[in-house]
């Protein structure tokens, strides 16, 4: 039996969590590839996803702090939405996935590992991206560094 090493998924199993929101400790910069902070404007962010499901995985966020959707203005909710629909042409573009699965955790119980600060999960897709590591391994393989996938991404983000 061969043994496969994702040592970089136990730094989030086993690691201190912080009680710093990882969405507000970027509000103050623009892009920065040390927080994986791709686009920051004045109501949305996008950020790559520290523990991915697959390459490329972006998280997008309101500004605001909130677990609450409805405590959202209206200009937030349309922002967050353009930023979310921007961010899949822009991965389309800068990665040629195949297909999507877009979706956002609200609550523990729903599967939210940041509780407190509501977010968008942006995952590409490509055919036979998913075998069967997860299952039987408990590991995924991952394609690309996640400074190699920043690197990729931000001239891309640039247009956002």
């Given amino acids: 039996m061969k043994q496969l090493w994702a040592p970089w998924r136990m730094d989030y199993i086993l690691g201190e969590k912080s009680h710093t929101c990882i969405f507000c400790h970027t509000a103050s910069v623009k892009r920065s590839k040390k927080k994986l902070l791709l686009?920051?404007?004045?109501?949305?962010?996008?950020?790559?996803?520290?523990?991915?499901?697959?390459?490329?995985?972006?998280?997008?966020?309101?500004?605001?702090?909130?677990?609450?959707?409805?405590a959202l203005s209206r200009k937030a909710s349309q922002d967050l939405f353009s930023t979310l629909q921007k961010s899949v042409s822009l991965l389309k573009e800068a990665v040629m996935p195949e297909g999507f699965n877009i979706g956002m955790n609200l609550g523990r119980i729903a599967g939210a590992g940041i509780e407190d600060h509501l977010h968008f999960h942006i995952v590409p897709r490509w055919c036979g991206d998913t075998n069967f590591m997860p299952i039987v391994a408990e590991s995924m393989v991952m394609p690309e560094h996640l400074n190699k996938a920043y690197e990729r991404?931000?001239?891309?983000?640039?247009k956002l």
Avoid at 153 to 158: D, G, R, S, T, V
């Fill in 39 to 70: 686009y920051s404007g004045n109501y949305s962010l996008v950020m790559l996803n520290k523990y991915p499901y697959t390459n490329c995985h972006l998280l997008v966020a309101p500004q605001k702090h909130t677990d609450s959707l409805s």
């Fill in 153 to 158: 991404l931000a001239p891309f983000f640039k």
